[in-house]
Structure formats: structure tokens, C-alpha cells
């Protein structure tokens, strides 16, 4: 994640990375350390966010137990029970609602329809339709964030794919937000 904010490199490289999986070194104590606790906090939400789409792409792409989220959950550093929860809430929603999120981006895109997109793609899209649509987090950080997932786990195009069917989604959910 080069040029990335210091929040980001946080939440993608060092905070509740499963077991053998951070990919640098880094002093996460001195990291925390150095930011604001605002700061703090959204790095942590950046992190449980990505961890719930590393283990619903996990469930996903496995035999769709969402009952193994704690399982797959064991090990990783620093999951608190508040967090641990959260992350199982957001698994388990967006595995649970995938149907409602398909059935929506094929009436958006009826060229790419869920089977046809790949599983990262597929996983982001998910978690984030359901984050918006249960109103759990603020639907434009939603898209950004999901966007952010797409650049460091996707390919080159995913970004911008996935932006424009957060955009309209979030053009349905929040329809005052259009600007004319």
C-alpha cells in the first residue's frame, strides 16, 4: 500500500491481521501511539471491515458455513468480544442478504451478474450493500472503503467497477444526496 494514509497502512497491514498473515513489520504499538484516538478508531473500523470481507470471502468461497466465523476468527491479535461481534454481525448479514444484493447489482448490471464477477469483487460488493442498507455505517464511507478493499485485494479495474455500483446504490438509499 504505497502512498497509502498512516490510517490505512494501519488497518490493512497491521491491525487484526489473522495469524501469518501481516505483511510488514510494523511497531503497531508506536503506530497507535502516534495517531489520535479518532484516528484509532477509524483504523480499527477500517480493519474489522476488511477482516469481515477476508472471512466472508472465506465462507463464501468455501462451503458457506457462516456457523465457522469464530472459528475462522481464532488467532487473530487483538480481536476484542466488541469487535469479534461486530465482524460476525457484518459476516453473517451480508452472507445472509447476498441474495438481495445480487438480485440488485444484476438489475445494475445485467452484464455481471454474481457468478460472472470474481469472488473478491463479489464478497466486497456484498459486505457493502449490506452495510448500507441496514444503515450500520455512513454510506459514503461505505463506498470509499469498499473502493479501498478493491485496490489492495482486486484487480486494476475493480476499483472503479465497484464504485459506480456503490454509486447508485447509494443514489437509491440516499436520494437527497443527489445533486441536481
Same mark, same amino acid.
Given at each position: 500500500?504505497?502512498? *497509502?494514509?498512516?490510517?490505512?497502512?494501519?488497518? =490493512?497491514?497491521? $491491525?487484526?491481521?489473522? /495469524?501469518?498473515?501481516? !505483511?510488514?513489520?510494523?511497531?503497531?504499538?508506536?503506530?497507535?501511539?502516534?495517531?489520535?484516538?479518532?484516528?484509532?478508531?477509524?483504523? =480499527?473500523?477500517? *480493519?474489522?471491515?476488511?477482516?469481515?470481507?477476508?472471512?466472508?470471502? !472465506?465462507?463464501?468461497?468455501?462451503?458457506?458455513?457462516?456457523?465457522?466465523?469464530?472459528?475462522?476468527?481464532?488467532?487473530?491479535?487483538?480481536?476484542? /468480544?466488541?469487535?469479534?461481534?461486530?465482524?460476525?454481525?457484518?459476516?453473517?448479514?451480508?452472507?445472509?442478504?447476498?441474495?438481495?444484493?445480487?438480485?440488485?447489482?444484476?438489475?445494475?448490471?445485467?452484464?455481471?451478474?454474481?457468478?460472472?464477477?470474481?469472488?473478491?469483487?463479489?464478497?466486497?460488493?456484498?459486505?457493502?450493500?449490506?452495510?448500507?442498507?441496514?444503515? $450500520?455505517?455512513?454510506?459514503?464511507?461505505?463506498?470509499?472503503?469498499?473502493?479501498?478493499?478493491?485496490?489492495?485485494?482486486?484487480?486494476?479495474?475493480?476499483?472503479? =467497477?465497484?464504485?459506480?455500483? $456503490?454509486?447508485?446504490?447509494?443514489?437509491?438509499?440516499? /436520494?437527497?444526496?443527489?445533486?441536481?
Amino acid at each position: 500500500m504505497s502512498g *497509502a494514509d498512516p490510517i490505512h497502512r494501519l488497518a =490493512f497491514e497491521a $491491525l487484526l491481521q489473522p /495469524p501469518g498473515i501481516r !505483511e510488514q513489520h510494523l511497531d503497531t504499538e508506536k503506530e497507535l501511539a502516534s495517531i489520535s484516538p479518532a484516528e484509532r478508531e477509524r483504523a =480499527f473500523h477500517i *480493519a474489522a471491515r476488511r477482516l469481515a470481507f477476508q472471512v466472508l470471502y !472465506e465462507v463464501d468461497a468455501g462451503s458457506g458455513d457462516v456457523g465457522r466465523v469464530r472459528e475462522l476468527l481464532a488467532g487473530v491479535e487483538g480481536l476484542g /468480544p466488541v469487535i469479534l461481534e461486530r465482524i460476525a454481525t457484518l459476516v453473517h448479514g451480508a452472507y445472509e442478504h447476498r441474495a438481495e444484493a445480487d438480485a440488485e447489482f444484476q438489475t445494475l448490471a445485467p452484464d455481471w451478474p454474481a457468478h460472472r464477477q470474481a469472488a473478491v469483487d463479489r464478497a466486497i460488493l456484498r459486505l457493502a450493500h449490506y452495510e448500507m442498507s441496514a444503515g $450500520l455505517a455512513p454510506v459514503r464511507v461505505v463506498v470509499s472503503e469498499a473502493v479501498e478493499l478493491a485496490k489492495h485485494f482486486s484487480t486494476e479495474k475493480s476499483p472503479a =467497477f465497484i464504485n459506480a455500483l $456503490l454509486d447508485r446504490v447509494l443514489k437509491r438509499l440516499c /436520494p437527497e444526496e443527489v445533486k441536481e
